[in-house]
């Protein structure tokens, strides 16, 4: 069990009309640690400590090669409103439920292109119902399961070249969320290069039975930064008789954060400030936000920071890491991924770091998410590299206190009477999934 101990004193929010105004100090805070200055990296003053007690549920993963658990790649987790969790392993192409107490109750998946079967999964979410839904971005469609694994139907999308992630949420009783992946860039001939969008959209899709296709609503469009028209990247060379084109990167830019709050609002973040628009379930359509946020300022970004971010890029992609390359086709022969060799896709990644721009500063919020009790949990950054810490605001945007780095994560997945469960990696770099019971007091 995890509680959640304060100290000293906490504060009313900071609420601001639209647009935010200038020159508010949020006010009333103790500084954590006393003293001039924040007493552990990435703290900011008017931070308040909370200490932290976790009571482990199970874990569930296993090194031994054949065994149900024995997990490659683990891209999403979600809770059934039973307490049951799902696990999807993508390069498995199945599904895992597991227990209250950690027992495995069934898996199911099977790679193919036919219905039901698994081709480029993505996400997993479970509706109000119990039935299961599996975002497959090769199909570009959501799978439906029943609660025993049995597939049901099938509901296609088009995301106007934009795909569901990894975290699908779910928004009301029979509906999932996701704000879109990539973007669709077109080119006429003679037309010169296209430009890539200014906005990101976040997409309701309603799963109930009566539709054949997923019915699709545009609820909210966060803010893209904009962004040079891709060129070809020297070395990169084609795929499926295509030329690759890359848009030169920027690294420490501002992303899109969006959390689905258990009462149907939704919570974005979409830009370096810490400012946190809450909107009411017709999104955009409805009455204006909500926004709620801290007087924490972003870091400017300057020589010392360029170097350490593209180091840190360097590393993480000769050690295997870094981003991963996926080209999304369409065409005669049907829709489908293409499969990009790595040492291809590392040479186009060491060339863009070479011409790499940056923003202007780093961002202070790099996660969003919201728990089954409709608290938010915001991730800001500590620095290059650096794990930061995590506040609590409730789903009003009263701040509850942080979580210093180095503590709990903000867990992959959230289910009801505070649990919660976590990715991690043993000793051997082995993933397992690790589950515990999250209370505040």
């Known amino acids: 069990m995890i509680m959640f101990r304060r100290s000293p004193a906490s504060a009313a929010p900071l609420r601001l009309p639209l647009p935010a105004l200038p020159g508010l100090v949020?006010?009333?805070?103790?500084?954590?640690?006393?003293?001039?200055?924040?007493?552990?990296?990435?703290?900011?003053?008017?931070?308040?400590?909370?200490?932290?007690?976790?009571?482990?549920?199970?874990?569930?993963?296993?090194?031994?090669?054949?065994?149900?658990?024995?997990f490659t790649r683990i891209t999403s987790m979600a809770f059934?409103?039973?307490?049951?969790?799902?696990?999807?392993?993508?390069?498995?192409?199945?599904?895992?439920?597991?227990?209250?107490?950690?027992?495995?109750?069934?898996?199911?998946?099977?790679?193919?292109?036919?219905?039901?079967?698994?081709?480029?999964?993505?996400?997993?979410?479970?509706?109000?119902?119990?039935?299961?839904?599996?975002?497959?971005?090769?199909?570009?469609?959501?799978?439906?399961?029943?609660?025993?694994?049995?597939?049901?139907?099938?509901?296609?999308?088009?995301?106007?070249?934009?795909?569901?992630?990894?975290?699908?949420?779910?928004?009301?009783?029979?509906?999932?969320?996701?704000?879109?992946?990539?973007?669709?860039?077109?080119?006429?001939?003679?037309?010169?290069?296209?430009?890539?969008?200014?906005?990101?959209?976040?997409?309701?899709?309603?799963?109930?039975?009566?539709?054949?296709?997923?019915?699709?609503?545009?609820?909210?469009?966060?803010?893209?930064?904009?962004?040079e028209p891709p060129r070809s990247q020297g070395g990169a060379g084609g795929v499926g008789g295509a030329t690759m084109r890359l848009s030169v990167s920027r690294a420490l830019e501002p992303g899109v954060h969006f959390a689905?709050?258990?009462?149907?609002?939704?919570?974005?973040?979409?830009?370096?400030?810490?400012?946190?628009?809450?909107?009411?379930?017709?999104?955009?359509?409805?009455?204006?936000?909500?926004?709620?946020?801290?007087?924490?300022?972003?870091?400017?970004?300057?020589?010392?920071?360029?170097?350490?971010?593209?180091a840190r890029r360097l590393a993480d992609l000769e050690a295997g890491g870094g981003p991963q390359l996926q080209m999304v086709t369409q065409g005669p022969g049907g829709t489908g991924p293409q499969v990009v060799p790595q040492e291809q896709i590392r040479e186009m990644l060491r060339t863009q770091m070479e011409e790499m721009t940056f923003w202007h500063e780093i961002p202070v919020i790099t996660r969003l998410a919201a728990d089954a009790d409709g608290r938010l949990w915001v991730e800001r950054s500590a620095g290059i590299g650096e794990e930061g810490p995590i506040d609590l605001l409730t789903a009003d945007g009263d701040y509850l206190g942080t979580v210093p780095a180095g503590g709990l994560r903000t867990p992959m997945a959230f289910g009801p009477a505070g649990l919660a469960a976590w990715v991690e990696l043993d000793e051997l770099e082995v993933p397992f999934v690790r589950v515990a019971r999250l209370r505040v007091e």
Not at 26 to 40: E, I, K, Q, R, Y
Not at 96 to 117: A, I, K, M, N, R
Not at 283 to 304: A, D, K, M, N, T
């Open 26 to 70: 949020l006010l009333g805070l103790l500084l954590a640690g006393c003293g001039g200055g924040p007493a552990t990296p990435g703290l900011a003053d008017g931070d308040v400590l909370f200490d932290l007690e976790a009571e482990d549920l199970y874990r569930v993963g296993s090194r031994e090669g054949g065994t149900w658990d024995a």
């Open 260 to 310: 689905a709050l258990p009462d149907g609002r939704l919570a974005l973040a979409d830009s370096s400030a810490y400012r946190i628009r809450i909107y009411s379930a017709e999104g955009e359509s409805g009455p204006p936000p909500q926004v709620v946020g801290r007087e924490i300022r972003p870091v400017p970004v300057g020589p010392e920071e360029q170097a350490g971010e593209r």
């Open 80 to 227: 059934g409103d039973n307490g049951r969790l799902h696990i999807l392993d993508p390069q498995q192409r199945r599904v895992h439920v597991v227990g209250e107490s950690g027992e495995h109750l069934l898996s199911f998946g099977v790679q193919g292109d036919g219905p039901g079967e698994l081709r480029n999964a993505v996400g997993v979410q479970v509706l109000a119902d119990g039935r299961i839904v599996v975002a497959d971005n090769g199909h570009q469609a959501f799978l439906v399961f029943g609660p025993d694994g049995s597939f049901q139907r099938s509901h296609r999308y088009d995301a106007d070249g934009s795909l569901p992630g990894s975290r699908l949420q779910r928004f009301g009783a029979d509906a999932v969320i996701s704000h879109a992946q990539g973007f669709r860039l077109e080119a006429t001939p003679g037309g010169g290069p296209p430009t890539p969008p200014t906005t990101t959209p976040v997409y309701r899709w309603s799963l109930d039975a009566s539709h054949e296709g997923g019915a699709r609503e545009r609820v909210l469009d966060a803010w893209r930064p904009e962004r």
